[in-house]
Each structure stands twice: as C-alpha cells, then as structure tokens.
C-alpha cells in the first residue's frame, strides 16, 4: 500500500467523506465564497487491496442562510451544488478526481429545521443506502453526474 495518499475535496455546502466505510473528514469550513476552501486528507490508512471506495455525501443548502452563502456563478457554472475531489498516489500509481465516471444519488436523509429560532440540521440515516460508503455497495443504479 502507499505511504501518503493525499486528497484535496470540497464541495458547496457541506461533506462527509468516507474511505472503505470508515469516516475520514468533513468540511469544508467556512469560508468566504469568492474564495472557496478545500480540506486535505491523506487516506492511506483507509485504504485496502483492491476494491477500494469512496464515498461523499454532500449537503446543498441551496440559498443563502445566516450561516452561509453560495459561490457566485461563474464561468457557465449555474449555481447548482458542487463536489471536487483529487487524490494523488504518491508512487505513481494514478489518481483519483471526480469525473464522469462518478455515480450520485440525490438523498433526502439530510434536511434543516429551525428550532427555537436556530438553524439545525438533521441527518435520518434510515433514509441512507444500506452500507452505501463500502466498496461491495452496488451503485448500478445510481446516475452519472452531469458534466
């Protein structure tokens, strides 16, 4: 296995990455949004022999609350949610970024709610894929991101 695997992931609004099933980080903190902010993992640690998995699962707020804002559009970009991620194997043994070939799921296990006045956010996690972050999770019948 490789020594460092350093990944840079962000995503507009909020992540929770997880390598093989185990929780890796989240982010990305908060930042102002003409100059957005990236989190730096390395994940060799979570890594096995083949298969591996990578799973994010991303909160879109939407529009803008008291907490947070949304990147201004830019360069054809039309203000819907957003995830980037790279991942470079320091031997050489290729790399990991979002592109076509990533599967999503449009999940309704994340909502907010406002209690006495103060937003919260809630996670159901029954409304979660069973053991979707692993990599024996068929995603077959998830679609392929627009890009």
Do not use: K
Not at 36 to 48: H, K, N, T, V
Not at 94 to 115: E, F, K, Q, Y
């Amino acid at each position: 296995m490789p020594g460092a695997v350093p990944l840079r992931l962000t995503s507009d609004s909020r992540f929770v990455l997880w390598v093989n099933g185990q929780e890796v980080g989240r982010g990305p903190v908060r930042a102002q949004p003409r100059r957005w902010r990236y989190e730096s993992f390395d994940i060799a640690p979570f890594l096995q022999p083949a298969p591996n998995a990578v799973a994010v699962l991303v909160t879109y707020y939407g529009r803008a609350t008291s907490w947070w804002s949304p990147a201004p559009p830019e360069g054809g970009i039309n203000g819907d949610a957003g995830l980037v991620l790279d991942a470079r194997m320091e031997d050489g043994a290729g790399d990991l970024v979002t592109d076509a070939s990533w599967r999503v799921h449009r999940s309704t296990a994340w909502s907010t709610i406002a209690a006495s006045g103060v937003p919260c956010e809630v996670l159901d996690a029954r409304a979660l894929p069973t053991r979707w972050t692993r990599p024996s999770f068929d995603d077959s019948g998830w679609r392929l991101p627009p890009c």
